[in-house]
């Protein structure tokens, strides 16, 4: 059985694709600018000036990137932004992800009528509107922060659960599973120690592609006003108001949209990096 190349043959692999550490430097040094960034300038994300509504980028006053339409330093404004957008996105795949592991290798494992009904309830959820499930979510329990995880979430682990499904159904006949069941390891334990092992590979691949959909997501529910709230923002939120105003102050949109373009072309680029080390035709 293939399993994912060891982490010391990962890393000499990446260190081979220049495309690939590229991406990966320039998302580490976003998420730190994101963290650190608030620290270093003199202006709040919160703090209005009415006096210097939409003034165009500039050293003068530390405004970087202009203010937007309430005098707000839109510097402070994309470094939340940054930092919220990969809050959410990071979060909502590492619960797609457990609940998708989870839910997909014990529907592989057990297979039969188990496998129908747990797939059939996937399938049902498919079927659900999304936008549909976010706005009944936001009328029942209000506008809630948490809530955005809930609602990326409910999309994100079917797509891993099916991936999952399917690895673990080529898994279990086996020779080692089978060795597994006939030593008296319960299912739990053939899950844990015997399945999830030999699905790393692939599951390190679709999380790096489920975190740019949980991005895109996340931006669609606040461009939409379902998202993040004031006087918190995220990317998404920022782009919604550049295109409110993007005739008097063109750099509202563009700084927003190109920060966003960038993180997502950098997570395709290192989940393609990515898949190919778990190709065994890959050679540096």
Not at 53 to 81: K, V, Y
Not at 85 to 94: D, E
Not at 136 to 163: C, E, H, S, T, Y
Request: proline letters at 4%; one cysteine or more.
């Amino acid at each position: 059985m293939r399993r994912f190349p060891a982490i010391s043959s990962v890393i000499r692999r990446l260190k081979g694709s220049r495309t690939v550490m590229t991406c990966l430097l320039l998302l580490l040094l976003i998420a730190v600018v994101g963290i650190i960034g608030p620290l270093l300038t003199p202006h709040g994300y919160a703090d209005t000036d009415f006096a210097t509504r939409f003034a165009a980028p500039t050293f003068n006053e530390l405004h970087l990137f202009g203010t937007d339409e309430l005098g707000r330093d839109q510097f402070a404004r994309t470094l939340l932004g940054v930092k919220v957008t990969l809050f959410v996105a990071v979060i909502a795949s590492v619960v797609s992800l457990g609940i998708g592991v989870l839910y997909g290798a014990t529907a592989g494992l057990f297979g039969g009528k188990i496998d129908a009904v747990m797939m059939r309830a996937v399938d049902a959820l498919y079927a659900l509107p999304f936008v549909f499930f976010v706005i009944l979510l936001m009328v029942v329990f209000d506008r809630n922060f948490l809530l955005i995880f809930v609602a990326i979430g409910a999309i994100n682990w079917l797509d891993m659960a099916r991936i999952v499904r399917g690895q673990t159904m080529s898994l279990k006949n086996r020779a080692f599973v089978e060795a597994a069941r006939l030593t008296g390891v319960s299912t739990a334990g053939i899950i844990w120690r015997h399945i999830t092992p030999n699905l790393i590979g692939v599951v390190i691949v679709y999380i790096t592609l489920t975190i740019p959909q949980a991005i895109l997501v996340e931006s669609f529910l606040s461009f939409l006003g379902l998202g993040v709230q004031e006087p918190q923002t995220s990317l998404g939120a920022l782009v919604n108001t550049g295109v409110a105003h993007m005739h008097r102050a063109p750099w509202l949109l563009i700084i927003p949209a190109g920060v966003l373009a960038l993180i997502l072309f950098c997570f395709n680029f290192l989940g393609d990096g990515l898949r190919d080390i778990a190709d065994p035709k890959y050679k540096v």
